[in-house]
């Protein structure tokens, strides 16, 4: 039998949250993948209805209508945004098109960094997190030229944001050493007052944004997302991704969430998750910046299945490395006090 090449060989599959089957289950309430709990949007469907105009042409592979719209939001030049078929696709791709022997990410971070870097037999180097904290110091302290370095803003699975002073040694540390940094800010959408980083971008060649439509919007089934960097770097990305792969549906949607109804919808529902987030806190001895929290329940596994048992699904972090913390999304009023009351009562059944 042809073997796969050899970088394959002790990879396994990276885990994730919402498990097709657990969701479908109308009796289950995913608290694992850490989506807005109010969407999708009602003004969707009136894009999915033109897209079925575009069904028997291929999708434009530059996605030009949605990145005007991005470029004209963030104030960039359109030459300066990639669409991809979700970060999921963007990041397989800067590690394609810019790692060469080193790639640094957070010890406790999205598992997909990781994935990337091996695949293409680059070495992974893991930024340690004293406290379950992101110390921008170490990361410099680690930084090399050529170096890629995935940093997850706010962090998946500890939540934490770094804000603008927190992100500019990075940014010049990248600078200095001509590494390449990639803020994922997949969930930044959550984060209050979130600095807008896009506007770096034109003043440095070594930063790349990548962004998720999935979480903010609900819309996991669609799989859009983008990246916004250097024209030189989204060039590079471009010349290896593979075409079409962004449809004429996702297409058509993100560039109807882009704009002020998304904005109005992002506004609207972030006020409702603020409220249920101080309801978890006041609760739990947690915090975040963004719309997830971890916990430490003693064993996750564990929890997890008794969660389970009561139609709670909740992520597991042992993949993340912290076997002892659960990871779960803030989602309406009641099922956050559903899913509070049944961790209290789990873990004091268990302590009696
Ligand atoms: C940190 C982070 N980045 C990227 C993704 C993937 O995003 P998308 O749905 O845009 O592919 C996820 C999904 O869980 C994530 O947690």
């Known amino acids: 039998m042809v073997k796969p090449r050899a970088q394959l060989h002790n990879l396994s599959v990276c885990e994730h949250g919402g498990k097709p089957g657990t969701a479908k289950n109308s009796r289950v309430i995913d608290f694992s993948t850490n989506l807005n709990p109010y969407g999708p949007p009602g003004f969707l469907s009136e894009a999915l209805k033109a897209a079925i105009h575009g069904l028997n042409r291929y999708p434009d592979n530059e996605c030009r209508e949605l990145r005007a719209k991005i470029s004209n939001k ?7 945004v990639q669409v991809g078929a979700g970060v999921s696709e ?9 790692a060469k022997k080193r790639v640094l990410m957070l010890k406790h971070t ?9 695949v293409i037999g680059a070495k992974v180097k893991q930024i340690e997190m004293p406290g379950l904290r992101i110390q921008p110091e170490l990361i410099v302290a680690e930084m090399k030229p050529e170096d890629v370095v995935f940093v997850c803003n706010p962090n998946n699975p500890t939540g934490q944001y770094l804000g603008k002073e927190e992100q500019a040694p990075l940014i010049e540390a990248a600078e200095r050493l001509d590494a390449l940094l990639v803020i994922d800010e997949a969930y930044v959408e959550f984060v209050p007052d979130a600095y807008p980083l896009h506007s770096c971008v034109s003043s440095s060649r070594n930063l790349l944004i990548l962004r998720s439509i999935t979480k903010s919007f609900t819309i ?28 004429v549906f996702a297409e058509k949607i993100g560039t109807a969430v882009i704009g002020a109804a998304g904005d109005a919808f992002l506004k609207e529902t972030t006020a409702k998750i603020a409220t249920g987030k101080q309801q978890i806190e006041n609760e739990f001895a947690v915090q975040s910046d963004a719309n997830f929290y971890i916990l430490d329940v003693g064993d996750a596994s564990k929890m997890k299945a008794a969660l389970l048992e009561h139609g709670l699904v909740v992520r597991d972090c ?3 490395g912290l076997p002892t913390h659960v990871r779960f999304s803030v989602r309406s009023e009641a099922e956050n006090n559903l899913l509070i009351n049944t961790i209290l009562e789990l873990i004091s059944t268990r302590n009696r």
């Open 74 to 80: 963030f104030g960039c030049r359109e030459e300066e």
């Open 90 to 98: 963007l990041i397989p791709l800067v590690a394609h098109a810019f």
């Open 110 to 118: 999205y598992g997909e960094y990781e994935l990337a870097a091996r």
């Open 220 to 247: 996991p089934g669609v799989r859009i997302g983008y990246a916004i960097g250097s024209e030189a770097i989204i060039q590079a990305m471009q010349k290896i991704k593979a075409p079409w792969s962004v449809s």
């Open 318 to 320: 042992t993949s993340f």
